[in-house]
């Protein structure tokens, strides 16, 4: 009979503890220190309207933009998943036909991991360079200059490898003026 009321003790206190004390903890210092994170790291174009999270890709489609790498969600984050395809994948091999068909090359012929992965490396940009340009009459100079600018580290320096935002750089190509 002890055993069963030690167990019961137990259990309320890690509840307590489990499931509503650290998820309060968590929120707070979640809010204090993080609360642009929290709020789904928005970004807004020019009018201030909210365009996206820096943290899940976007299909777009227009010449005149840089491309994130395909989705095998269709960019949808309630559904975040990869297509499972392996390399011995009929599917797979008609797919990456089609986008190297399209002009696709390198990373940007296969979906990534979640789906939502909003950036692409900053070779793939520059793969993206000749088409950007030429949609939008700049030099390929400029272009180049504004992948160099929203081109980020390796994270805390050591980790992963460099990348870009497609959203962030695409909205920054949007306010630049001839």
């Known amino acids: 009979m002890k055993t069963i009321f ?8 890690m509840t307590i503890l489990t499931g509503i004390i650290y998820p309060l903890v968590s929120t707070v210092i979640g809010s204090v220190f993080f609360s642009r994170q929290m709020q789904g790291s928005f970004l807004r174009n020019e009018k ?5 999270s820096e943290w899940i890709a976007q299909s777009f489609k227009e010449p005149k933009y840089f491309w994130p790498r395909p989705s095998a969600n269709s960019y949808d984050p309630q559904s975040s998943g990869g297509s499972n395809l392996g390399p011995t994948s009929q599917t797979l091999v008609e797919q990456v036909h089609l986008r190297r068909q399209s002009g696709l ?3 940007l012929l296969f979906a990534s991991a979640s789906g939502l992965d909003p950036h692409i490396s900053p070779s793939s940009a520059i793969l993206q360079l000749d088409r950007v340009a030429q949609a939008r009459g700049w030099s390929q100079e400029k272009v180049r200059v504004m992948i160099g600018k929203f081109t980020e580290g390796r994270q805390w320096g050591f980790l992963g ?5 497609v959203l962030k750089l695409n909205l920054a190509l949007d306010l630049v003026r001839n």
């Open 6 to 13: 030690v167990s019961i003790k137990l259990l309320l206190v």
């Open 48 to 52: 201030g309207e909210v365009v996206g």
């Open 105 to 107: 090359e390198g990373e």
């Open 161 to 165: 490898e460099p990348r870009v935002n």
